[in-house]
């Protein structure tokens, strides 16, 4: 504003200067035309001389006068034109989506990250109320603008936008007041993508949790091993006792069963250093059946029913590990034995749907799972059980084992219509042995 006025005045003072330069320098020449040519000349035709001398004179100024300014005012178009096109270049090539509104949200500028960022275009936000603010950010906006006006800075801000399909996103907002002379006040609103971040924050927290889970798993490990080693030495030390007596059977299931814990806090434990699996051909349905009698007492205790079905046509097995993959159907059934009511039931399907895989379907009559939470059943720590009755690592757990044997696991479900966790794994393809006939 300042340097605007001092243009004005040094405008002022150099077209009046200039005037009356030229106004002397014509009054001095004429003068030297007419006392050179004109000075025997009477008093009427003096006089006459004079008032051409005055037109002539106000001619000439005027004309430089319109000259001069039309040549300062092409400058300062030319200089508004730079300027607005510099204006309009920083906009456009800002990384940043560049919103120009006024307090009644009406906007007045729009930029092409603007346009890649939310999908509207200019022509269809030009002079409209900015449609990017979900309804319940509208009330928070207005206090940004509030501040913005009271000299606050709001710079940075995390909160939530959305696009033309309504979808919401995290973005950084930045508002800055933006004044225009004789004009109304404007605010300036950039805008970033922020979901990168967010999901880097998210993921740098679970790493976090993961860390911490570790040296937890180390802890646990360590109390419980040792007792599970001592009760494992005196069963075995009971069955070398009792080898005429008949509790033998139910001591080796009883057996079988402290060594499965033991290495399922070992897996517990190795679960964030990822060691190597020791795999081996291993046929699917012994291995399910014998998860669902160690879960006996779980299912007996709900009054469930657990039904095995087999494929009978097919005896395929899989190249697996036969501890991982006893955790990671203990770690679904028991998902499953939790989703039911007492006197639920529990169907585990074995087939071939093709020669290459082997499919396992595990389908519960439970409460199901809401579509929301349905994508996030993977993720390390999510859990939809209620306070106390999970720790959201079974199924990431199963999902690692499940990916380590080179398999698929999918969760379909419906809220109120149970869930089917469907495992796929490789079928191993055993050569036929050449005979000989007898």
Not at 15 to 40: K, P
Not at 123 to 148: C, N, Y
Not at 184 to 189: D, G, I, K, S
Request: charge should be neutral; glycine fraction near 6%.
């Amino acid at each position: 504003m300042l340097r605007r006025s001092q243009e004005q005045r040094w405008l002022w003072a150099t077209l009046t200067l200039s005037s009356i330069s030229i106004a002397a320098v014509v009054f001095a020449v004429w003068e030297v035309v007419e006392n050179r040519f004109f000075h025997h000349v009477d008093y009427l035709t003096l006089h006459y001389l004079y008032i051409t001398r005055g037109i002539a004179s106000s001619l000439l100024l005027a004309v430089w006068a319109a000259w001069y300014v039309m040549r300062q005012r092409r400058r300062s178009e030319e200089e508004l034109r730079k300027s607005r096109e510099r204006y309009r270049g920083l906009i456009e090539t800002s990384p940043s989506a560049v919103a120009l509104f006024d307090s009644s949200l009406a906007v007045s500028e729009w930029n092409a990250a603007a346009e890649r960022l939310y999908g509207f275009t200019k022509e269809e936000i030009l002079g409209k109320e900015l449609p990017t603010v979900p309804l319940d950010k509208i009330a928070q906006l207005r206090d940004f603008l509030s501040g913005a006006e009271a000299g606050e800075s709001i710079v940075n801000v995390e909160t939530t936008r959305r696009d033309r399909r309504g979808n919401t996103c995290d973005v950084q907002l930045s508002l800055l007041p933006f004044h225009e002379t004789g004009g109304p006040r404007l605010f300036l609103e950039v805008t970033e993508d922020n979901r990168e971040r967010v999901l880097l924050r998210e993921r740098l927290l679970e790493i976090e949790k993961l860390t911490t889970m570790g040296m937890m798993a180390a802890g646990t490990a360590h109390h419980l091993n040792t007792p599970l080693a001592a009760m494992l030495l005196r069963v075995q030390m009971m069955r070398e006792r009792d080898r005429e007596g008949g509790a033998s059977s139910e001591l080796t299931r009883l057996e079988a069963s402290i060594s499965f814990c033991q290495q399922f806090v070992d897996r517990l434990l190795q679960f964030s250093r990822r060691s190597p699996a020791r795999k081996q051909p291993e046929e699917v349905e012994p291995l399910i059946r014998g998860v669902v009698s160690f879960l006996t007492p779980a299912v007996m205790a709900k009054r469930a029913r657990v039904a095995v079905e087999p494929d009978s046509t097919s005896k395929q097995r899989v190249l697996a590990d036969r501890n991982l993959i006893e955790a990671m159907f203990a770690v679904l059934i028991t998902n499953a034995l939790d989703a039911i009511n007492p006197e639920g039931s529990i169907t585990i399907r074995c087939s071939n749907p093709s020669p290459e895989w082997i499919e396992v379907r595990i389908t519960d009559d439970g409460c199901g799972i809401p579509p929301a939470d349905l994508p996030r059943v993977f993720e390390p720590f999510f859990t939809t059980k209620g306070p106390g009755k999970g720790t959201g690592l079974g199924l990431s757990i199963a999902q690692t084992i499940v990916l380590e044997h080179g398999g698929e696991i999918h969760i379909d479900s419906q809220a109120g219509c149970g869930t089917t966790a469907i495992v796929r794994l490789p079928a191993l393809s055993v050569p036929q042995r050449q005979g000989h006939p007898a």
